[in-house]
């Protein structure tokens, strides 16, 4: 590099957003992970042995994949490539591999290439890649936002280890925000900044586990700051607010307003009150509440609640579900509230969940027995047994029903399931009452 080259660099870096200055250089600069990070786990076994796998890091923006790749290169060691998906083709890989083929030759060196948005790479590109990474002439360290199951070629992922990074939690993310205050040479450590608690909390709240997007709104409350007469950029709530352009709202997503905001909206949804339960799901979106875990209580509430007084209830749920799987925020809400609307207007009966909590009572408190003709025939020996004797086929009776005794007679006589008069669960309870009262 040249003396040109060295002042554009820097010039470069200077100019570069925080987000980028700010990148940890080494393994201790990163916040966060340790559930791959930590002593004795996967990374830094492979850190400490100075040998690498192929590996594909997947995550959610702002986790610090591309980070971690660098990272791990200068650990490891090696010559470090980068390849961009959206840029690079299969006419890159080659000129990248005939490259590392004279790395390796001459100097015996290790040849690392990463690659951002591996996803958007096509399967000739990944065909293309695979036979060196194979081979090992390529370590791979691949990056995606997407489920790699869905987007990689399976021979790809079965010659990788699969990492996932999560949400960074709001103390790593807060963690983040103030090294770049104190940090002279990235940061803003040379300017006199104060920022507020419930600054620090709100940026670090809606910046939802995205170290990306917290680190831009520190940098925009900077910059359009000006300083006191103390010469001080004061950084408060309101500022935060406009610098992250979202109001901050009283929910703590690990406290109290946590589990009395979704515990309300449980309850508006079990009360039939759409408009109450429409009003704490937004609440929850717009603090930043993980739209899975909405989705996850939608399916329970749909079986609690809603039960077989509308059957279509749990399918909508599960499919809300899934849909915020695969599209994500923020079109997801759409999703949510649809489901969100059906279970709190749908008829409701929690028959079925009373049912089996009562039939687990009795399971812990008795010890039953199988009646014989119930008992599994299909073997050698078993009419020895008398099991499977006298068993009555309801299939060969009219109405496909035939009374014989299914339960335990230890528990003979017993009620657990008890449908209500509510939606379908009426046309349940008559066809049952027909078939037992015509069979009596």
Do not use: W
Request: hydrophobic fraction near 40%.
């Amino acid at each position: 590099m040249n003396l040109f080259d060295m002042v554009q660099e820097k010039n470069m870096e200077a100019l570069a957003p925080l987000a980028d200055r700010m990148r940890p250089r080494k393994l201790s600069d990163i916040v966060g992970q340790d559930h791959i990070l930590s002593n004795n786990k996967f990374l830094m076994r492979c850190i400490q042995s100075k040998k690498l796998p192929s590996i594909i890091l997947y995550g959610p923006p702002g986790t610090g994949k591309t980070t971690l790749a660098h990272v791990l290169a200068n650990e490891i060691g090696g010559t470090f490539f980068t390849l961009n998906a959206v840029n690079s083709g299969v006419k890159e890989i080659r000129e990248l591999v005939n490259k590392a083929n004279e790395i390796t030759t001459i100097y015996g060196k290790k040849c690392i290439v990463f690659i951002d948005e591996i996803h958007r790479f096509s399967k000739n590109q990944q065909d293309a890649l695979l036979p060196y990474v194979e081979n090992g002439l390529l370590t791979l360290i691949g990056a995606t936002t997407e489920n790699p199951f869905f987007e990689i070629n399976k021979a790809l992922i079965s010659r990788t280890t699969l990492l996932k990074l999560e949400l960074l939690n709001e103390k790593a993310i807060k963690a983040i925000l103030l090294k770049a205050l104190q940090n002279k040479e990235y940061g803003f450590g040379n300017l006199l900044v104060e920022i507020s608690e419930e600054a620090l909390d709100h940026i670090a709240t809606i910046a939802n586990g995205d170290a990306r997007r917290a680190l831009n709104a520190l940098e925009i409350a900077c910059l359009s700051s000006y300083p006191n007469v103390e010469g001080k950029v004061i950084i408060d709530l309101g500022v935060a607010q406009e610098s992250i352009q979202k109001k901050a709202v009283h929910y703590d997503k690990d406290g109290d307003n946590h589990y009395d905001t979704i515990s309300a909206f449980i309850k508006s949804i079990r009360g039939s009150d759409p408009d109450a339960a429409l009003h704490y799901l937004a609440k929850m979106i717009y603090a930043g509440e993980d739209p899975e875990f909405i989705a996850r209580r939608l399916i329970i509430s749909a079986s609690e609640d809603v039960g077989n007084a509308d059957p279509l209830a749990i399918n909508i749920a599960i499919a809300a579900h899934s849909a915020v799987q695969i599209i994500g925020m923020p079109e997801a809400r759409i999703t949510l509230a649809q489901a969100t609307s059906y279970l709190a207007s749908a008829p409701k009966s929690n028959a079925s969940y009373m049912g089996i909590n009562m039939a687990l009572q009795d399971v812990h408190n008795i010890n039953s027995t199988i009646p014989n003709h119930l008992k599994d025939s299909h073997y050698s020996g078993a009419s020895k047994l008398g099991h499977g004797l006298d068993y009555l086929y309801p299939h060969s009776y009219p109405n496909n029903y035939v009374k014989q005794q299914y339960m335990p007679k230890e528990l003979e006589g017993k009620t657990y399931y008890s449908p209500t008069e509510n939606g379908y669960e009426k046309i349940i309870s008559k066809h049952l009452n027909l078939l037992k009262n015509n069979h009596s």
